[in-house]
C-alpha cells in the first residue's frame, strides 16, 4: 500500500544487484510513494546483476561508479543533480563486501589487504559519499541519509568477521558526519540495523542459514525482511522522522533485546547432548 510519503522528493540509492538486494525493494518502495530514484552500483555489478531491469521498471537511470573511487562519486553526483534538476533529498548506502569473507579467512588470520579493503568498501565509502555530497552541496537542507548495518557492530556473533569493525565504524561515520551535516546543513544521517537477510551479500556470511533461524527463533516478531527494511527506510527519508538523526536503529523483530527465547531454547535442548564439546 502507497501513503505517497515521498511525494516529488529525489533519491540517490547505492547498492541494487538483483531483486534480493535490500536496496531494490527499498528502490521500488520509494518510486510506489511517488519519489524519483537513480540507482548506482559498480560496472561489474552491472554486468552480473539486473538492475537495469529495476531502472526500467521504475522509470530511473543507473549511472556506474564504484562507491570508494572519488572520482566516479564525483561524477555520480554531478549527474544525479543534473537528473534532477537540483539538490538531492535522500540518499541509501547499502553497500557491503569484505574479500576475507569471500575467501574464507578467519578473523584470527585476516590478510590485511583485504581487511582495507573491507572497510573501505563497506564503511569508508559512506564517508566519501557523505563527503562528495558536502562538498557539492548536493543535499537538500531537510533531507536523509540511510545506510545499512547490524548487529554485529555491537555485540560478537560468530563468522560475520571483518564485517563487525566495518559496520562499527559505519555507525560511528552516520554520527560524526550526522553532527556536522544536522548542524550546518539540516541533514539527518541514520544506520539501520538490520536482521540477517537472505540475499547475496547475506548469503556469503559464514554459517548463513543457521544464523538466519537462530535469529528468527530469537525474536519475537521474527526476522525482518528486506521489505520490512524497505518501508522502515521510507519513513526515515519522509517528513515524518525530521528530528531523528545520528541514531542507530534496530529493525530486527527484537532480536536486539533478547536474551534467550523458547524457541531457541527448544533447539538448545535437543542438541545439547551432542554439543557438549563445542567450542
Ligand atoms: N543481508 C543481510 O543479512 C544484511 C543484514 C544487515 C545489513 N546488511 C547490509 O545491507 C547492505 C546491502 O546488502 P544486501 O544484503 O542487500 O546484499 P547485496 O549483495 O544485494 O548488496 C550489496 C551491494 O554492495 C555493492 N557493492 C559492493 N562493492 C561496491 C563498491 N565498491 N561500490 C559500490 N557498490 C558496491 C554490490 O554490488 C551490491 O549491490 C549491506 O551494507 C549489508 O552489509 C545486510
Redesign the pocket.
Known amino acids: 500500500m502507497a501513503y505517497n510519503l515521498l511525494k516529488g522528493k529525489k533519491g540517490l540509492i547505492?547498492?541494487?544487484?538483483?531483486e534480493?538486494?535490500?536496496?531494490w525493494q527499498v528502490a521500488e518502495r520509494a518510486y510506489e510513494e511517488g519519489a524519483e530514484v537513480v540507482l548506482s552500483?559498480?560496472s561489474v555489478?552491472l554486468r552480473f546483476?539486473t538492475v537495469n531491469e529495476l531502472a526500467e521498471r521504475i522509470n530511473s537511470i543507473v549511472i556506474p561508479?564504484?562507491?570508494?573511487n572519488i572520482q566516479d562519486l564525483e561524477n555520480l553526483i554531478d549527474k544525479t543533480m543534473e537528473r534532477f534538476g537540483g539538490k538531492i533529498d535522500f540518499i541509501l548506502h547499502?553497500?557491503?563486501?569484505s574479500p576475507n569473507v569471500r575467501k574464507g579467512r578467519t578473523y584470527d588470520d585476516l590478510d590485511y589487504d583485504f581487511f582495507h579493503k573491507t572497510l573501505d568498501?563497506?564503511a569508508i565509502?559512506f564517508h566519501k559519499v557523505l563527503q562528495t555530497c558536502w562538498k557539492k552541496d548536493a543535499i537538500t537542507h531537510g533531507g536523509s541519509v540511510v545506510a545499512?548495518?547490524?548487529i554485529a557492530a555491537q555485540r560478537t556473533l560468530y563468522g560475520y568477521n571483518d564485517?563487525a569493525d566495518a559496520k562499527a565504524l559505519l555507525e560511528s561515520i552516520a554520527r560524526s558526519f550526522g553532527y556536522i551535516y544536522g548542524r550546518e546543513r539540516g541533514v539527518r544521517i541514520n544506520t539501520v540495523s538490520?536482521?540477517?537477510?537472505e540475499?547475496?551479500?547475506?548469503g556469503g556470511v559464514m554459517g548463513f542459514d543457521a544464523l538466519l533461524d537462530f535469529s528468527n527463533r530469537m525474536s519475537p516478531l521474527g526476522n525482518a525482511s528486506a521489505l520490512d527494511c524497505a518501508d522502515f527506510c521510507i519513513t526515515l527519508f519522509s517528513d515524518l522522522t525530521r528530528k531523528i538523526t545520528m541514531q542507530n536503529i534496530y529493525n530486527d523483530g527484537g532480536f536486539s533485546s533478547m536474551g534467550m527465547s523458547n524457541r531457541a531454547m527448544a533447539v538448545y535442548n535437543r542438541n545439547l547432548e551432542e554439543c557438549k564439546d563445542c567450542k
Open positions: 547505492f547498492g541494487a544487484l538483483n534480493k538486494s535490500i536496496a552500483n559498480t555489478a546483476g561508479a564504484d562507491a570508494t547499502s553497500i557491503g563486501m568498501i563497506s565509502s545499512l548495518s547490524y564485517m538490520q536482521s540477517p537477510t540475499t547475496t551479500a547475506g
